[in-house]
Each structure stands twice: as structure tokens, then as C-alpha cells.
């Protein structure tokens, strides 16, 4: 079967779920003017264009003025102006791109900055969150005594890597276990968070509805992480609907092929391949009825 997607034009969704993580972003230090800084958030403060492409268009302005290779060396003899610029530059990009070599030079930068005495709650904040994303929990939670109002601890990983997409497996506040998605012949994987409303309306439906009971069983939640941990907010999902669980992602290659940007999100997958893909949930709820057939035929 040709993959096939289905988009639903719908602006109050993209509004709330599908720049929740934009409105944290919008809330840091207000740029200074003429930075680099401030290029980038004018960038992204266009929010008719594609996350996709604001973030291909804040690389080449972060490329152009930022150094090629930031070393422990080079981020302690920057300016305090230009450091200060750098930090909060790279932790915009790290805010979306999430990935290791972001990561790295945003604690050259952190650590530059504490060992001048510059760091402020929001440095701390952007580089905790940045951890987070990533996944680093230790390191996230050594931050925590630096924080104006420490926050409660991440749990720790528990488990080794497996083949597969990564996810974690809620054990409790204090602890995850490493997992995967199960990807064997047809499922649907549900991209949710329990902080857009859109997706609470969907799990409400698709939980107490009689036309959703067929998917029920099919079906795989998946939280997509941010720069935030909805830790209790997932445990709590997971203890009223254990037959149904949340299981948050771990940043990975292997989920770039899945449209993770927005909530919710439904995915067709026949072992591990996408094969539809349904955005957002009407008043009237998502038109599921082409992953119903596949499934159906499935079984037959």
C-alpha cells in the first residue's frame, strides 16, 4: 500500500499543540537588538512557515556568525557580550534541533559562563532543559541546587539499549526502563502529550467511545520530550489506563521518519514502515477509517 497522508487544516490545532513547545521558547530573555540572538528569533517568530523550515533558516544565520568548532579554550576567551549572544543562540537551536553536537557547545558556552560568575536562572533553566531532551537525567538533575526553585528530580534510566525506536517504560516517579515500540505487522502509534488539550480530547474519545473500541488494542501512545519532564503527568494516565500507557520518546534517528511536531498525530505503521498518517482531532473526531480497513484486513 502507497503511503498516504491525510492532513487536517486546522489552525486552533497547530495553535495549541502544535507550538506548546514555541510558547517556552518565546518566554526567555527578550533579544538584543542587532545579535544574533534577535535574527533568530525573528526567524522563528514566523509560525505560517513549517518548523522544519524556520529551523533550516536559523542554522544558516547561526552558521554564518557563529565559529565553526567552539573548544573549552575559545568559549572562555569570548567577550562577555558575544558569549552571552552565543548562549542563548545555541540554546534557541538546541531547543529544537535536539541533538548531541548542539548539546556540546552549549555547555562550552554554559561552562565559560559559570566559571565567569555569569550565569543567571535562565542559563541554568536552557541548559537543564537541553539536557532533558537528550535525555540526560544525571546531568540534568545536578543542575536542580542551581535553579531558583529547584524542581523535583528525574527519574533514573533503568535497562540497556535495544534494537529498535526508542522509548521508556514508566516504572514510577523515580525510574524508567529503556524500551522499544513494537513494530511487528500492523499498529498504529498515537503521538500525544498530556499538555495539549487536542490530545486529551482524542485519548477521552478513543477511551470511552464504542466507534474507537476496534483501535484499542492496536494502538501505542508515545510522548514526544521537550526542554519539560510531564512525569507525574504521564504516571498519572498510565495508572488510570494501564492497559493504555504513555510511554515518552527517546531522541533518536529512527523516529525522524514519524511526524512528531504536533499532537495528536496517528501513524499506520505495517512492520515498523509508515503507511498513513492522520493529523489533529476535529470536534467530530480523526477520520480513522483507512487504518480500521488495514487492520481489519489484517486479521482476516
Known amino acids: 500500500m502507497r503511503a498516504l497522508r491525510i492532513r487536517v487544516v486546522w489552525a486552533l490545532l497547530l495553535l495549541a499543540c502544535g507550538a506548546w513547545l514555541s510558547t517556552v521558547a518565546a518566554a526567555r530573555t527578550a533579544p538584543v537588538p542587532g545579535s544574533l540572538h534577535a535574527r533568530l528569533v525573528a526567524l522563528d517568530a514566523t509560525p505560517a512557515q513549517p518548523p522544519a523550515e524556520r529551523l533550516a533558516a536559523m542554522r544558516i544565520a547561526y552558521a554564518q556568525a557563529a565559529p565553526v568548532t567552539m573548544q573549552p579554550a575559545a568559549c572562555t576567551a569570548l567577550p562577555d557580550d558575544r558569549l552571552q549572544d552565543l548562549f542563548r543562540s545555541t540554546a534557541l537551536i538546541a ?151 504513555m510511554q515518552p520518546m527517546v531522541s533518536d534517528p529512527s523516529w525522524q521518519v514519524l511526524d512528531t511536531g504536533q499532537s495528536p498525530v496517528f501513524h499506520l505503521l505495517r512492520d515498523g514502515k509508515v503507511v498513513a498518517t492522520v493529523s489533529g482531532w476535529p470536534p467530530e473526531g480523526a477520520d480513522l477509517r483507512l487504518f480500521r480497513a488495514a487492520l481489519e484486513a489484517e486479521q482476516r
Open 95 to 245: 531547543f529544537y534541533a535536539r541533538e548531541p553536537a548542539t548539546l556540546l557547545r552549549l555547555q562550552c558556552l554554559y561552562e565559560a559562563l559559570v566559571a565567569r560568575d555569569l550565569a543567571a536562572d535562565e542559563h541554568h533553566r536552557a541548559m537543564r532543559g537541553s539536557l532533558i531532551a537528550l535525555q540526560r537525567f544525571d546531568e540534568a538533575n545536578a543542575l536542580n541546587d542551581r535553579l531558583q526553585t529547584p524542581p523535583a528530580a528525574l527519574p533514573q534510566i533503568q535497562g540497556n539499549t535495544l534494537v529498535g525506536r526508542p522509548l521508556l517504560r514508566m516504572m514510577g516517579l523515580a525510574q524508567v526502563e529503556r524500551t522499544v515500540l513494537a513494530e511487528a505487522g500492523v499498529v498504529v502509534v498515537a503521538v500525544v502529550h498530556p499538555y495539549c488539550g487536542f490530545s486529551r480530547r482524542a485519548l477521552e474519545a478513543i477511551t470511552t467511545r464504542p466507534d474507537y473500541a476496534w483501535l484499542r488494542s492496536h494502538l501505542q501512545l508515545v510522548v514526544p520530550i521537550g526542554q519539560a519532564w510531564p512525569g507525574q503527568e504521564m504516571l498519572d494516565w498510565n495508572t488510570a489506563h494501564p492497559a493504555l500507557p
